[in-house]
């Protein structure tokens, strides 16, 4: 893929997944195509592409369309997540370094000003720890199943502030960060797998009813 054709496949990958482009949304080549300022053809390349990714899908006389969210989609993307990051934090407690895991001290506060905005912290700090596995395919799978993950919350979590902030999943990763500086495979564990499950319930509630949910 060329650079042009890929900078306009990451930039609407980008909005999609960041939700500024919504589920269910028309995809005109046209009307993107004017907005980037390219031809219809790196834009037609792009609509492959996240067709294959699952992102977009075709809609009948109309083109294409950003992919609605599918519930089983979403327990699916949340059960993988729970068996990668389990799968992350026993590595973590074999592989990293006493410096690297004195390192996840910064991940200790966070900015909760907006979902968008703990949503890209939340990623950084699950990035972080699937790179202090050592696995590079455990990595990379982890960070795609948290761009996904993302578009989730930021979908379904609208109402997260009103229900309690995100003081408890930052209580939660300062759990974590416990568990693993003391190197307690068994507890991080747990502890992983017990957030990973607080924040399906959280997710699959605020699915219900949503328009934009296929």
């Given amino acids: 893929m060329s650079l042009e054709r890929n900078r306009i496949f990451e930039l609407v990958r980008g909005e999609i997944l960041s939700c500024s482009l919504m589920p269910g949304v028309e995809l005109r080549e ?4 004017k907005r980037f300022g390219v031809s219809k053809s790196p834009v037609r390349d792009a609509m492959q592409k996240l067709e294959f990714e699952g992102l977009v899908e075709i809609s009948p006389r109309r083109g294409h369309r950003v992919r609605p969210i599918s519930v089983k989609d979403a327990e699916d993307i949340l059960e993988l997540r729970a068996i990668l990051e389990v799968a992350v ?5 074999q592989t990293a370094s006493d410096e690297e895991l004195s390192g996840l001290d910064g991940f200790r506060q966070a900015d909760m000003s907006s979902i968008q905005v703990f949503a890209r912290y939340n990623r ?11 696995n590079i395919r ?15 919350c930021v979908i379904s979590l609208s109402t997260l502030r009103k229900s309690g902030g995100f003081e408890d999943p930052l209580a939660d990763h300062n759990a974590i960060i416990d568990a693993l500086q003391a190197r307690n495979a068994g507890q991080a564990a747990r502890i992983v797998r017990k957030h ?12 219900e009813n949503r328009p934009i949910v296929g």
Avoid at 30 to 33: G, K, N, P, R
Avoid at 124 to 134: E, P, Q, T, Y
């Fill in 30 to 33: 046209s009307e993107l195509a």
């Fill in 89 to 93: 934090a026993r590595k973590i407690v």
């Fill in 124 to 134: 950084k700090f699950h990035h972080a720890l699937s790179v202090l596995s050592k």
């Fill in 138 to 152: 455990l990595a990379e799978e982890m960070r795609r199943v948290m761009e996904f993950y993302d578009r989730l």
């Fill in 196 to 207: 990973v499950m607080k924040s399906r319930g959280q997710i699959m509630r605020g699915l």
